[in-house]
C-alpha cells in the first residue's frame, strides 16, 4: 500500500513530527512582576530630623541644646534639611532671592554656600552655584565673585570672571566693582587676566565685541544683565 500511494515520490517518505516537551519548572518573572517603589530613605531622615529622634541621641534630657556660632537658625535649618532630604526648600530660597536687601550675602543661599564650604557638602556647594549662578548681573557679578573666591565655589568664580570680563565697562562703574578695590583687589587682576583670554577669542574670529571696544563706547551702564556667552 506504501509503495503504491501517492506519499512516496522518487522512493521517499517525508514524515512531519509535532514535538512537545512537557516542562516542570516554570518562570515565574515572565508571568507576573512586583513593582519596586522608589526610594523613600529621604523622606525616613525627614522625618528622624522633624522628631528630633536622632540629633539628640543619647543627649541628656536637660542638655538637649547644641550650639552652632556663626549661623542662623533658618541656614541651619535648610542645611540640615539637605543633609536629610537631599533637597532645599524652595519658598524660603525665593523669598530670600527677591527680598529688599541689594547684598548677595544676605541671602539664603549664599550664606548656605558659606555653610557647605564650612562642613564641606560638595553636592550642596554645587547646588548653591547653580542658583547663585542664575542671578549674575553687571551689578552682582562682583560680589558673587567675592562670594565664590571666599568659599572655594570654582566653577561659580570662573563664570563670574568671565561674564566681568565679557562686560566689562559695565562691571566697572558698578558698586560691586568698588566693592573688589577694597576688599579683593587680586581678583581685578584675574579678572584682566581673563580680559586677555576674551581677546585672544575675538581675535580669533569669535561674534562676542572686543573688551576694549566696550570701554571706548562706555559699555552698558544701566546695571541691567548681560547675556551670558555659553
Known amino acids: 500500500m506504501l509503495e503504491t500511494s501517492d506519499y512516496l515520490k522518487d522512493d521517499c517518505l517525508k514524515i512531519n513530527c509535532t514535538v512537545g516537551v512537557v516542562v ?7 508571568l507576573h512582576s512586583i ?5 523613600d530613605i529621604g523622606s525616613d531622615f525627614g522625618m528622624l530630623l522633624e522628631n528630633m529622634e536622632e540629633l539628640f541621641e543619647g543627649v541628656d534630657s536637660d542638655e538637649q541644646e547644641i550650639m552652632v556660632p556663626d549661623m542662623e537658625p533658618k ?14 526648600v524652595e519658598d524660603e530660597l525665593v523669598a530670600s532671592s527677591s527680598s529688599s536687601s541689594p547684598l548677595i550675602t ?5 550664606k548656605l554656600l558659606a555653610a557647605a564650604d564650612r562642613y564641606d557638602l560638595a553636592r550642596l556647594r554645587r ?3 547653580s542658583r547663585l549662578c542664575k542671578d549674575i548681573s ?14 572655594h565655589a570654582a566653577e561659580l568664580k570662573a563664570i563670574c570672571l568671565r561674564f566681568a570680563a565679557e562686560n566689562l565697562a559695565a562691571v566697572m562703574r558698578s558698586d560691586g566693582f568698588e566693592y ?30 572686543s573688551v576694549w571696544a566696550q570701554l571706548s563706547d562706555g559699555g ?3 546695571g541691567r544683565r548681560v547675556r551670558q556667552r555659553t
Not at 513593582?35 to 526610594?39: C, E, K, T
Open 75 to 88: 541656614v541651619f535649618e535648610a542645611m540640615l534639611q539637605f543633609i536629610y532630604r537631599d533637597e532645599l
Open 220 to 222: 552698558d551702564t544701566g
Open 127 to 129: 547646588v548653591c552655584e
Open 138 to 151: 553687571v551689578n552682582s557679578v562682583a560680589q558673587t565673585l567675592a562670594l565664590a573666591e571666599r568659599f
Open 35 to 39: 513593582q519596586v517603589p522608589d526610594s
Open 24 to 30: 516542570s519548572a516554570i518562570d515565574c518573572s515572565r
Open 180 to 209: 573688589l578695590k577694597e576688599r579683593c583687589p587680586a581678583l581685578q587682576s584675574e579678572i584682566l587676566k581673563t580680559v586677555a583670554g576674551c581677546e585672544e577669542d575675538c581675535s580669533s574670529g569669535s561674534k562676542s565685541r
Open 106 to 110: 544676605d541671602t539664603i543661599t549664599a
